[in-house]
T-cell receptor
């Protein structure tokens, strides 16, 4: 079977750093992606890791360890607008995505 | 460039009725995907078009679901007859390059079957 595990909820304060972990068990693996979704909106692509290591894009970084079937999304200098759902997704054959259930991030003042 | 457009944004239908969802991808994007999120669960893959051809429809729940992509442009997803468990948010995504799994999603159609 295929499964991805990520925390259902995370709460942090403005200006802080938060890490959202994702572990996966899939039959095929073509990289790990992260998407952000604000209430009722379109999921928005944040990052993609095909190889082990850290990818940085502004305040957001994403990490992958293929040997551990593990990755995380790191959000720095949290802002209120970062409150959203964050999904990790494994890339499957043909380009399809296999999503986790999502982590709801609440940023408090 | 214009984004991925889906309509209707919301649809409420009775069990047994037919509903057709439409997706207009970004112009020039050959790859078009349909996904569905049932309340509180993960976003699940339904199918993948490359231009007008179905590349992978392994995620389609059953034969009550029919997807088409006319001339490789917009796509429709028809549910006939709708059942209660079909309720959820249906997302469409498109891409010109699927190598980095960074797709542009539409805002989805929220389907409620009562």
């Amino acid at each position: 079977g295929q499964s991805l595990e990520q925390p259902s909820e995370v709460t942090a304060v403005e200006g802080a750093i938060v890490q959202i972990n994702c572990t996966y068990q899939t039959s095929g693996f073509y990289g790990l992606s992260w998407y952000q979704q604000h209430d009722g909106g379109a999921p928005t692509f944040l990052s993609y890791n095909a190889l082990d290591g850290l990818e940085e894009t502004g305040r957001f970084s994403s990490f992958l360890s293929r040997s551990d079937s593990y990755g995380y999304l790191l959000l720095q200098e949290l802002q209120m607008k970062d409150s959203a759902s964050y999904f990790c997704a494994v890339g499957g054959q043909g380009g399809k995505l296999i999503f986790g259930q999502g982590t709801e991030l609440s940023v408090k003042p | 460039e214009a984004g991925v457009t889906q309509f209707p944004s919301h649809s409420v239908i009775e069990k047994g009725q037919t509903v057709t969802l439409r997706c207009d991808p970004i112009s020039g994007h050959d790859n078009l995907y349909w996904y569905r999120r049932v309340m509180g669960k993960e976003i699940k893959f339904l199918l993948h078009f490359v231009k007008e051809s179905k590349q992978d429809e392994s995620g389609m729940p059953n034969n009550r679901f029919l997807a088409e992509r006319t001339g490789g442009t917009y796509s429709t997803l028809k549910v006939q007859p709708a059942e209660l468990e079909d309720s959820g948010v249906y997302f469409c995504a498109s891409s010109s390059d699927r190598s980095n799994y960074g797709y542009t999603f539409g805002s989805g159609t929220r389907l409620t079957v009562v």
